[in-house]
């Protein structure tokens, strides 16, 4: 067991095997990284993050080994967190976005960790954002978050990004589908990788049309987003993409005078309650399901003689106190 | 935060040799048997496994070889697992590997050793009763 202080330390001057274990114990929810936290928060801050989501195969992960390969080229140090999904069903998952960034793995500059989406409440996005902050701590002048942008999950974890690169391909599905995935309003830039396929100039105007209508909602601000095609495979377009996420970068610190989140009051709000949430479910949960009433419960419901609204009811009202539309 | 450790693991491939039919089938049963899998992809060197492995916070390596260097390239993870300071991350090999070779690769530091006719079962049986999720 080492101590706290040994532990920030170490994070602090870099130490890959000090990073990966708090990283770990994140992921697996030991109440004591939480003071690992608190003492890294002070050294948190300074990272820019950049989140790329996107459908599964969209090419995702080569786009971010061509992102790596540029900014090692300009001696950015970068901290990589590939998030992949966990098996409903058992637990498992496979993590395979390493892969396609191999030929990074002996750089000292680059650090690129797995994480799987363990699917507990809303911990994803807590996860990931601690994560966020370790990398950030440890010094790294950029970090890339890559997760599968799906869920409400995904979502909110781009939304701790500084920059949000949507990526997407030709042909898949008409326009209502990307309306439906809810992402337009979180992406500052979008990426139409593949584009030598078929389709890609109607890709490109369906999605101008929508940004465009959707402008008023996107920050309050001027920023339009930019469309850009790439194929990421052949290192095409990525160059572009790097320029763009400059240059919003340089329109967040136009309109907030930096880009410190942690001096917003929005963005803290939302972390804030965002933890506050997290924390009371799990305190809660923990309490009903390792109960045994929870189980007899599920047997009572199996059974027939108790319907799961009355059930439910029966488990939260005493514990909280809340009424019947609560 | 609610504690729940969970076995982490890679499946790497070390050297020159393509046949990773045999390692995904691997990386799945492990993935269906509830660990966190990271896959390393092909054609990796030693040191660029165990930099990963490091980087992931692995607890145990499953190296596959097909191609004959299982000799040379089993022990030289082990050998730079222990360089590294990483040597509590256990190393095991599969694949095509002679009889013969077993107790060298055992008296080079590679916990067990999984040949043609192993089963899925016996594999994750081995790593739920000699793997630990790790503690700090």
């Known amino acids: 067991m080492t101590s706290t202080t040994e532990t920030v330390?170490?994070?602090?001057?870099?130490?890959v095997r000090a990073v990966a274990r708090v990283i770990r114990d994140i992921d697996d929810g030991i109440?004591?990284?939480?003071?690992?936290?608190?003492?890294?928060?002070?050294?948190?801050?300074?990272?820019?993050?950049?989140?790329v989501t996107g459908a599964?195969?969209?090419?995702?992960?080569?786009?971010?080994?061509?992102?790596?390969?540029?900014?090692?080229?300009?001696?950015?140090?970068?901290?990589?967190l590939a998030v992949d999904p966990t098996s409903p069903f058992s637990g498992g998952a496979i993590l395979g976005d390493r892969v396609r960034m191999q030929r990074h793995s002996m750089d000292e500059g680059v650090y690129i960790r797995s994480m799987a989406t363990r699917g507990h409440f809303g911990g994803l996005t807590q996860s990931t954002r601690s994560a966020i902050d370790v990398l950030d701590a440890?010094?790294?002048?950029?970090?890339?978050?890559?997760?599968?942008?799906?869920?409400?999950?995904e979502v909110d974890v781009?939304?701790?990004?500084h920059t949000t690169v949507i990526c997407v391909i030709p042909g898949m599905g008409d326009d209502i589908q990307a309306i439906k995935a809810g992402i337009l309003e979180v992406g500052d830039i979008f990426l139409i990788n593949k584009a030598d396929r078929e389709g890609s100039d109607k890709t490109m105007s369906d999605l101008r049309l929508m940004i465009d209508m959707d402008q008023k909602k996107h920050e309050g601000g001027t920023w339009?987003?930019?469309?850009?095609?790439?194929?990421?495979?052949?290192?095409?377009?990525?160059?572009?993409?790097?320029?763009?996420i400059d240059k919003h970068a340089e329109y967040l610190v136009s309109v907030y005078g930096n880009l410190r989140f942690r001096s917003?009051?929005?963005?803290?709000?939302?972390?804030?309650?965002?933890?506050?949430?997290?924390?009371?479910?799990?305190?809660?949960?923990?309490?009903?399901?390792?109960?045994g009433e929870f189980e007899d419960t599920v047997e009572a419901i199996v059974r027939g003689e108790l319907d799961p609204y009355t059930a439910s009811d029966n488990l939260i009202l005493p514990k909280?106190?809340?009424?019947?539309?609560? | 935060m609610e504690r729940n450790r969970r076995i982490r693991v890679m499946v790497a491939k070390p050297g020159l040799d393509g046949h990773d039919r045999g390692a995904r089938i691997i990386a799945r049963a492990f993935r269906d048997a509830g660990f966190e899998v990271v896959y390393s992809g092909l054609h990796q060197t030693p040191e660029e496994i165990v930099h990963a492995a490091i980087q992931e916070d692995v607890d145990m390596i499953g190296l596959s070889s097909l191609a004959g260097a299982h000799l040379y390239l089993f022990p030289a993870v082990v050998d730079s697992l222990k360089e590294n300071d990483a040597g509590d991350i256990q190393v095991i090999g599969g694949g095509i590997i002679p009889e013969e070779d077993i107790p060298k690769l055992k008296a080079a530091g590679i916990r067990e050793i999984f040949t043609p006719g192993s089963t899925l079962e016996d594999i994750v049986e081995w790593v739920r009763g000699n793997v630990n999720p790790k503690t700090s």
């Open chain 1, 9 to 15: 330390d170490k994070v602090i001057s870099g130490d």
């Open chain 1, 56 to 80: 599964p195969g969209v090419g995702k992960s080569t786009l971010v080994d061509q992102m790596i390969a540029h900014l090692r080229a300009k001696d950015k140090s970068l901290g990589i």
């Open chain 1, 31 to 51: 109440p004591e990284v939480r003071d690992v936290l608190k003492a890294l928060y002070p050294h948190t801050g300074r990272a820019y993050v950049i989140g």
């Open chain 1, 158 to 161: 781009v939304r701790s990004a």
């Open chain 1, 264 to 291: 917003r009051k929005d963005k803290v709000r939302e972390e804030l309650s965002e933890m506050v949430k997290n924390r009371l479910i799990e305190a809660v949960m923990a309490g009903i399901t390792g109960s």
């Open chain 1, 138 to 153: 440890m010094g790294k002048d950029i970090i890339i978050v890559e997760t599968v942008g799906v869920g409400q999950d």
């Open chain 1, 224 to 244: 339009r987003p930019p469309i850009l095609k790439a194929q990421a495979v052949f290192d095409q377009g990525v160059a572009e993409l790097l320029d763009e």
């Open chain 1, 320 to 326: 909280l106190a809340l009424n019947d539309t609560g």
